[in-house]
């Protein structure tokens, strides 16, 4: 059975850093692709971005200058940087396994249960 | 970005109704998209991916349609269960994009 937990603070001040964790069980990171989604309190969801444990990654333009995304083969874990954090970045933050169809389609098929992050000082 | 337009927003329906959400994307997707269901203060799960194809475990009452531009999301007979969120999301092109969500009360 596939699992995946987030972890990290809760709260984080405006201009500061958010950084959250994903642990993957019962698959290893070295498989497939992982991802980060948010969704802001009320509304839908935005896909973040997302990495191979080789390295390679894809972010969403709309972030992409303050998001890193990266992966610890060791531990089995990916994590999320976003600098310079605002109000709007307040959001369930959800990790969640990439898988393909064809080696052409995408998808989202296991996510962890989220984490609620607030931008506030 | 390519932008996916949901509708209705919202629908109201009875147990047993065939209910139909319909996803509309700014460019062609060949068929590209998925869907996924969130029920209230949960993650999303994955109903469908390349438009038609059931996910592993999802009921029958669920189908996905569509290829291009028009996609469907169809629950043949909705259960009390099935009170939730439907997005669809393109996977065709970067940034990756869901639509805004179709709310279905009962």
């Known amino acids: 059975q596939v699992q995946l937990q987030e972890s990290g603070p809760g709260l984080v001040k405006p201009s500061e850093t958010l950084s959250l964790t994903c642990t993957v069980s019962g698959d290893t990171i070295r498989r497939h692709y992982w991802s980060w989604i948010r969704q802001p309190p009320g509304k839908g969801l935005e896909w973040i971005g997302y990495?191979?444990?080789?390295?390679?990654?894809n972010y969403n333009p709309s972030l992409k200058s303050r998001v890193t995304i990266s992966a610890d083969t060791s531990k089995n874990q990916f994590s999320l940087k976003v600098t310079s954090v605002t109000a709007a970045d307040t959001a369930v933050y959800y990790c969640?396994?990439?898988?393909?169809?064809?080696?052409?389609?995408?998808?989202?098929?296991?996510w962890g249960q989220g984490t609620l992050v607030t931008v506030s000082s | 970005a390519i932008q996916m337009t949901q509708s209705p927003s919202s629908l109201s329906a009875s147990v047993g109704d065939r209910v139909t959400i319909t996803c509309r994307a700014s460019q062609g997707i060949r068929n590209d998209l998925g869907w996924y269901q969130q029920k209230p203060g949960k993650a999303p799960k994955l109903l469908i991916y390349a438009a038609s194809i059931l996910h592993t475990g999802v009921p029958s009452r669920f189908s996905g349609s569509g290829s291009g531009t028009d996609f469907t999301l169809t629950i043949s007979s909705l259960q009390p269960e099935d009170l939730a969120t439907y997005y669809c999301?393109?996977?065709?092109?970067?940034?990756?994009?869901f639509g805004q969500g179709t709310k279905v009360e009962i």
């Open positions: 990495i191979y444990y080789s390295g390679h990654t």
């Open positions: 999301l393109q996977d065709n092109d970067y940034p990756w994009t």
């Open positions: 969640a396994r990439v898988r393909n169809y064809n080696f052409s389609q995408y998808y989202f098929d296991y």
